[in-house]
């Protein structure tokens, strides 16, 4: 709407502005070269009535044929508006924040602080505000209700009344270039000459918006919808969309704002069982580092929680089931179908442990592993399967690597335990050692040759285990170190890890008993 400057209407006046569109500021050169040396009066028009409100339609408004020099925009001879624009410093609600400062200076920046343009009311019309303007019943309240300020001026001939009205804008760099664009699109139905890229839609659009001008409102958002933004365009459009109808805004919100509020976690799941399920290898790697940023950079790290432990959990089925069937005896002889279903159910482990790899290691760098590793820490019977599989010949030329590959998750969410990248339960970190103690050995009893990758994770995951069991009660602990003798060697300087953790172990268990009574 015109605000608080000496126009009036109905419509919501255009936010503030910095800069303008070079197909804009052409428009003033020209309306300023045609000035007319006549003297306006001061008067000026109030604000429209308050029940003048923006509508979807307004085919009962002329609609004019394109403009002509005879009669068209701007023509002195055949005009019957005579109409003024000047620069006001009144805030906008286009404007996210209008500030006092930068509105002073942009008024000292612009190089004209008014222009004046000669219209014709049947063309304004198709503008509503001005139509409203014009009315007869607005002509005549007007004059009835102020006898000091008229819209209208004297006949300047027997036979044509000349409407004479000031038009405050927002006192920023291209605000009267924009507004001149405006008036004189109201003399054509071609907008798309002028409305060809966004930031000349969005310098359009507010003022449009402002003049009720519906036609050129649905131009600016039909083109605003076709075509690609910016990111600051986009803040732009976001700004500009409680100004438009439903009708109007709905293709415009349904590209920037989501329909439902798990939308974008809907994405990222779909992202992450694209990336793991891409069988070329070369373009797998290329989408788990892909979606791998996407994740680091995710606005929500409880979103990105939430859709991990979905995948996590999904993997995780798989391969339980897998190893499950494998283990179970209804699948063993030495029929080929029998075979053929061991090898299905060993590939199925197998691609989707490595999945399950890397899906760990996302939870940890983001932080968000704590259910993971409290699922991994709950698996007896899966960890059962998996000693009963390990100690058989099968697997070996099917899933060599299938020891790894399961017991790289184990270490990666043990090692998180111990730097503290997870703060897990004393029983969830007991539970982990417990049950994953016995697969390791197994893999190290059963797993022949070991290779020299191999060795060192299970090196690593001997140590992890040995600290985690330096956290736990004492009689927890004493449990465990008896299963890890297994970590020992011939040359006991080869084990200094286990070394350490049985003197630990001895160094507390020798310190005198705690006294429940601090007295005694």
């Not at 930068?102 to 008014?114: C, F, L, M, T, Y």
Request: hydrophobic share 40%; aromatic share 8%.
């Amino acid at each position: 709407m015109m605000g608080n400057h000496t126009g009036g209407g109905g419509g919501p006046k255009k936010r503030q502005r910095v800069n303008s569109s070079s197909r804009l500021s052409s428009t003033a050169a020209v309306i300023d070269s045609s000035r007319p040396d006549i003297t306006l009066t001061e008067a000026s028009h109030k604000p429209a009535p308050a029940t003048l409100r923006r509508s979807a339609s307004h085919s009962s408004l002329p609609t004019p044929s394109s403009s002509t020099s005879r009669g068209g925009f701007n023509d002195a001879a055949t005009a019957d508006v005579i109409l003024r624009l000047y620069l006001e410093k009144t805030p906008s609600p286009f404007d996210s924040s209008p500030d006092d400062s930068e509105s002073i200076s942009a008024v000292d920046s612009v190089d004209k602080p008014d222009v004046q343009v000669y219209l014709h009311s049947h063309v304004l019309a198709r503008s509503k505000y001005f139509a409203a303007l014009l009315s007869d019943r607005w002509q005549r309240e007007n004059y009835d209700g102020n006898n000091n300020t008229n819209t209208e001026a004297d006949c300047e001939s027997s036979d044509k009344k000349i409407h004479r009205f000031n038009f405050g804008v927002a006192a920023v760099t291209g605000s009267i270039d924009n507004h001149l664009t405006v008036l004189q699109l109201l003399y054509t139905n071609d907008f798309s000459n002028a409305i060809d890229s966004v930031s000349t839609a969005l310098y359009i659009l507010p003022v449009a918006l402002e003049l009720l001008f519906e036609d050129c409102v649905r131009s600016c958002v039909r083109f605003l919808e076709a075509v690609p933004w910016t990111e600051e365009e986009e803040r732009r459009v976001v700004s500009l969309i409680p100004f438009l109808s439903e009708e109007e805004s709905k293709e415009l919100l349904s590209r920037v704002s989501p329909l439902r509020n798990e939308l974008g976690e809907e994405m990222l799941y779909g992202l992450i069982l694209t990336a793991i399920h891409n069988y070329n290898q070369l373009n797998m790697a290329f989408a788990k580092a892909f979606v791998a940023k996407l994740l680091r950079d995710f606005s929500s790290k409880e979103s990105a929680r939430r859709v991990l432990d979905r995948v996590f959990e999904m993997s995780l089925k798989v391969v339980k089931e897998s190893l499950e069937e494998y283990s179970s005896p209804e699948f063993r002889g030495d029929h080929k179908e029998t075979e053929a279903i061991q090898r299905l159910n060993l590939h199925t482990a197998m691609t989707n442990g490595r999945h399950l790899v890397w899906l760990v290691e996302r939870m940890i760098e983001l932080r968000v592993a704590d259910m993971a590793v409290k699922e991994w820490s709950e698996l007896s019977a899966f960890t059962a399967d998996l000693q009963r599989a390990f100690r058989d010949d099968a697997w070996r030329n099917i899933v060599p690597a299938l020891p790894a590959v399961v017991m790289r998750t184990t270490s990666k969410l043990a090692n998180a335990i111990v730097v503290g990248h997870i703060l897990a339960p004393r029983q969830v970190r007991m539970k982990l050692v417990k049950d994953w103690l016995p697969v390791l050995i197994v893999c190290k009893e059963n797993v022949s040759p070991i290779m020299p990758n191999q060795k060192l994770l299970y090196l690593e995951l001997e140590e992890s285990f040995l600290k985690i069991i330096s956290t736990l009660p004492m009689l927890d602990a004493q449990e465990l170190l008896q299963q890890c003798l297994s970590f020992s060697t011939r040359n006991v300087d080869d084990c200094p890890h286990l070394v350490n953790a049985f003197n630990t172990w001895f160094r507390r268990a020798n310190r005198p008993q705690h006294s429940e009574n601090p007295g005694d």
